[in-house]
């Protein structure tokens, strides 16, 4: 008898310290079955039916091998389940991922290590989303994440893509993965290169986030702005200090940018919304929306344009007194890094000593493309109301010289508007300049250059020296001439003479900045020193411009104080188009 129960006593022993056991006893409500993986149930998830509805509206698109995204960030509120779910069929547009890999928050910092997966299936009413139990396996192995499906259970970060997933992605395993709180880019980036050397080919992976909580419209619109600063200059050490204000997961943002990174990819914002806007409630409390998706990154073309610059007077004198290095310091920090630098010319660089009768000249030393170069500035105007000041032999002069310097002169003597062709990578950009002050210019000549151009290029700029001075609104005779040149194939409209910044316009497929004002001047009006860099983007088809304010001290622009800086910003888009007032702000455009 005592034999029996010592076996018995054994057996029982044994059981109880089987893994399976010890891993179904830590909990009486985990889901986890004896020697099996667990079950999870997504009933509980508050929302969860909304989903339920939304999935059933699917329809499963045919195949049409799109554009291939690697990555990307989705949002998991349920009151979003319609366009939660027309992410997931832009994903399934291309071919079946082998695995997805989900990304999010431990809402309730469940569980006991910062970052933990599990093995498991999830049941839905479209089929059965179960995880690729080797490589979550080889995950744990790791140590990078350990194996806690108790903190799954209603983990709606994870539960609220498990439907689509079973109706888009019917043959597709996941890797779940959540994080605590804690966890950071340190964590993210091992996470990142681990799951990198394991997974297969063409897995695709997937931050869970939802952004800033509990604030209206408005005060997400700022949140989300600091947070996408925050994106573009990779700050993983203040991303790690967000809180729920900003967004649920830190980690999962790093993941995904670290991801995209590692793979040389290149994320796009494709959707920004907030749920107060999305009901019509924009004074209550919410949650915003932030949506990625990254390709494989496409070649980037940065072509950065200035204002007015004059070499002579008293920026002679100023520089005389100092180095071109330490003059530009301050400028050459926002110019750097740009393919293409382009300013207007205000000065001949001559020794001529013949002087046309003129109220108003302007000749520098021609040492003085030593500024230029110094700022990497590589294509400047040469057709504006002082091409004359010394005549056509100073003009020529000039011409040479920068021509000698590495730097390309655009637009003729006598207004004739002759293309300079710069071929950057897969781009062919195509400039042209005209002025309307010293030779007529007939519109019906700039029309014909421009076509011209257009059949040749892929991006075509048109530099035109316009405008009545120290006007900060353009006119009606340039808004014409420039719809003109857009219509006939000009991207892009770079004006400049007034002295002072004027508007901005987004006209058709074209982009107008109609003064880009002083750049490096002697003026002493508070407007003329008003100055600011734009920095424009070519990736494909998307052109995005970011204004860069600045000031000018002494002949020479500095960084703008972050005071300054909304102001200009303030400024501009009251002289914009009204639909570019928001996006103004924030010192950009998209077109």
Known sequence: MRRIVFILFAVVLVLLLHPKMNRSTESSTDPVQFFSDPVFTLEHIEGIDRVFKAVSALNIPETDRGEIIRSAVIPHH????DDIGSF???LVSQEQPPVIIIVGPAHQNQGRSLIQTTKGSWPTPFGTVTTQDMLVETLIQSGIASEEPRSFENEHSIGVHVPYIAKLFPKTQIIPIIAKSPANDVQALELVRTLTSILPKGTLLVSSIDFSHGRSVSESKEKDRQTLSLIETRSYEKINALDSSFLDSPFALSTFLLWVDEH???ETLIWHEHSGSLESKPELDGTSYLTFFSHPKEETLTLTAVGDVMLSRTVATWLSQTTAQDACSEAKKNLDGSDIVFANLESVLSTS???IEKLIRFKADPKRVDVLHTLGITHVSVSNNHINDYGEAAWNESKDYLVTAG???IGGYRN????????????TIIFLAFETWNYSLDPSQVVTRVKEAAAQGTFVVVSFH???EYDHHQNSSQTLLAHEAIDAGADLILGHHPHVLQGIERYKDGLILYSLGNFIFDQFGEDENETLVARLSIVGNTRSLNLIPMRIEKGFPRLATEKETQTTLQRIASWSSP???????????NW
């Open 78 to 81: 349920t009151l979003i389940a």
């Open 88 to 90: 997931w069929k832009t």
């Open 264 to 266: 040389e990819e290149q």
């Open 353 to 355: 000593s013949v002087e």
């Open 407 to 409: 730097i390309e002169p």
């Open 416 to 427: 004739d508007g002759q293309p300079v062709v710069t071929q950057i990578g897969k781009e």
């Open 466 to 468: 316009w405008g009545i």
């Open 579 to 589: 639909e570019l007032s928001d996006t103004l702000l924030d010192g950009s455009v």
